[in-house]
T-cell receptor, first 114, second 113 residues
Framework: DGGITQSPKYLFRKEGQNVTLSCEQN?????MYWYRQDPGQGLRLIYY???????QKGDIAEGYSVSREKKESFPLTVTSAQKNPTAFYLC????FGQGNEKLFFGSGTQLSVL | GENVEQHPSTLSVQEGDSAVIKCTYS??????FPWYKQELGKRPQLIIDIRSNVGEKKDQRIAVTLNKTAKHFSLHITETQPEDSAVYFCAAATQGGSEKLVFGKGTKLTVNP
């Protein structure tokens, strides 16, 4: 099940370090999303982008940054300002507009703090 | 903004029984309500969705009902099978708006053989 690829599968962050999670899609989707998944907390939206060179904050954007320089790529940087980064991170994409609501998820990145 | 509450957080049923998961939402402008299933170690996948102009939708053993007045919607799984065991997430969104889904916290369903 390809289409949207996240890497790496596991990532470790040292204190004070920024790390970047990769998300690439070949579905030609306009919109891309980053969600954080913690046990018992569901999926919480970090950032989303509906078009190249534009993105919006989600509900828990503090301590994270993104870029959308290419349609197929939406990397997420977890900065040192994020004090509790340990979580499972899911990237998703979909077509923009009514009738195209299905989200396609990547397989996720588990980030842990050393 | 939108807030989605989901209950129960865990649900255990015997194989062949029915399972019901309920969600409520706060924003009356929300008009799209999907359900995602996440099996252990796998990515979430859409299993069924409903729009606000419809009260019920069925797809084989799964169905979703929507009560716009009460702002709640439910997932019904009949004749449950062990492969239905997973975490189920409801969500709500406003089509034509910001295009972002707000998810519930999930329900871990266990179907015992």
């Amino acid at each position: 099940d390809g289409g949207i690829t996240q890497s790496p599968k596991y990532l470790f962050r040292k204190e004070g370090q920024n790390v970047t999670l990769s998300c690439e899609q070949n579905l030609n989707h306009d919109a891309m999303y980053w969600y954080r998944q913690d046990p018992g907390q569901g999926l919480r939206l970090i950032y989303y982008s509906q078009i190249v060179n534009d993105f919006q904050k989600g509900d828990i954007a503090e301590g994270y940054s993104v870029s959308r320089e290419k349609k197929e790529s939406f990397p997420l940087t977890v900065t040192s300002a994020q004090k509790n980064p340990t979580a499972f991170y899911l990237c998703a994409s979909k077509d923009f507009g009514q009738g195209n609501e299905k989200l396609f998820f990547g397989s996720g990145t588990q980030l842990s703090v050393l | 903004g939108e807030n989605v509450e989901q209950h129960p957080s865990t649900l255990s049923v015997q194989e062949g029984d029915s399972a019901v998961i309920k969600c409520t939402y706060s924003d009356s402008a929300s008009n799209y309500f999907p359900w995602y299933k996440q099996e252990l170690g796998k990515r979430p996948q859409l299993i069924i969705d409903i729009r606000s102009n419809v009260g019920e939708k069925k797809d084989q053993r799964i169905a979703v009902t929507l009560n716009k007045t009460a702002k709640h919607f439910s997932l019904h799984i009949t004749e449950t099978q062990p492969e239905d065991s997973a975490v189920y997430f409801c969500a709500a969104a406003t089509q034509g708006g910001s295009e972002k889904l707000v998810f519930g916290k999930g329900t871990k369903l266990t179907v015992n053989p």
